[in-house]
């Protein structure tokens, strides 16, 4: 019996389901893991969605968003629903590194684990998986199961419709991104068919910020922005006391290394932010430079070769210097 048939028979019956996505949970997480929600339950499931940590307040509004369960804040009761599932859908990932502490408790978990994703390089805990870097978004990936795997196209409903659109918006950076093909534009037809109000989607998502939120983007470009032209490369760096002062909470800085790529000639650009614990890193790129590969050889990271992430452990000033001195051996791409 072929992979597909068997997940096929195992979701022929009830079954107890726990949905998980990766720490941080963005657009994608979320609209993929309440995604496959929606579809799950319609098939009679019992389905509960756990995120590693919290995520941002312009993702609250999402159809299911109620129902989620933070671990950090009911572990006990995670760590049964954990234990006690005969599937564990791991959405957006593919290393369980990426789900903090919840990771082992996946991985001792007897479920059977069901991975789709779009990221490089699979751990391979799981036991099945739809998975392809070609992606731009994990959330096609989940339309293309129930869709075309699981041969239920008529089971996305609005709310399907309206998590996947989410997913696929945000990952794609608004449908502009090289990996938005003509294959996603037709997938993103039949969601608005199937109910996604695309107007309103983008509304709640990109229109949703605090004043802080837009005053601290006022304060990062004016102040914080530093652009070193020799080698087409731009980075904003952020400490402790700057997200403070403007009270920035969870998602406030997502967005922010874009403007640094918004510079014409400008190839790499990077977003250093102290945390409590650690310094992150946030890359992007334009066109063929591998932002993942500077987070994966210096930054305890990855990702894709136009967005990428990582962290360091040094001090932030430290950070800043590291990443300076990083430039000059990547120049010759940088300037092409
Ligand atoms: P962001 O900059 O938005 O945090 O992350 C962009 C992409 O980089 C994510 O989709 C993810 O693929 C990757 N990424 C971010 N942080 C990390 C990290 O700490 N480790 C790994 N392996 N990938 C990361
Ligand atoms: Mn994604």
């Not at 597909?4 to 963005?26: E, F, M, Q, S, Y």
């Amino acid at each position: 019996m072929s992979e597909i048939a068997l997940l096929r028979d195992l979701l022929a019956h009830p079954k107890n389901i726990v949905i998980t996505t990766h720490h941080k949970p963005d657009g994608d997480a979320m609209g993929s893991s309440l995604g496959m929600y929606h579809y799950l339950e319609q098939k009679g499931h019992t389905v509960r969605v756990i995120t590693p940590t919290d995520y941002p307040v312009f993702l609250h509004w999402l159809p299911g968003n109620p129902e989620v369960i933070i671990y950090t804040e009911k572990i006990t009761e995670s760590d049964k629903l954990i234990e006690n599932a005969d599937l564990i859908f791991c959405l957006d990932f593919n290393a369980l590194s990426r789900i903090n502490e919840m990771g082992e408790k996946v991985r001792a978990s007897a479920a059977k684990k069901i991975m789709i994703d779009h990221h490089l390089e699979p751990e391979g805990f799981d036991d099945f998986r739809h998975w392809s870097i070609n992606a731009c978004a994990s959330a096609q990936l989940v339309y293309d199961f129930i869709a075309n795997q699981m041969n239920e196209p008529e089971l996305v409903n609005k709310d399907v419709a309206t998590c996947l659109y989410t997913g696929i918006m945000t990952d794609s950076g608004s449908f502009r991104f090289p990996s938005t093909t003509a294959e996603v534009h037709r997938i993103v037809a039949e969601l608005i068919a199937a109910g996604a109000e695309n107007w309103k989607i983008h509304q709640q998502v990109y229109d949703n910020f605090s004043e802080n939120r837009l005053r601290f983007l006022g304060y990062s470009l004016l102040n914080k922005l530093e652009v070193q032209s020799e080698y087409c490369t731009a980075f904003i760096s952020i400490n402790q006391e700057e997200l403070q002062k403007y009270n920035i909470i969870t998602g406030d800085t997502e967005g922010l290394v874009n403007y640094a790529l918004t510079i014409n000639g400008v190839k790499l650009a990077a977003l250093i932010i102290e945390r409590p614990d650690k310094v992150k890193l946030s890359l992007r790129s334009k066109g063929d430079f591998p932002a993942n590969e500077i987070c994966k050889r210096y930054f305890n990271g990855g990702g894709h070769r136009n967005a990428a992430g990582g962290y360091s452990e040094k001090s932030l000033e430290e950070t800043v210097n590291q990443f300076k001195s990083i430039l000059p051996e990547y120049k010759s791409l940088l300037i092409q």
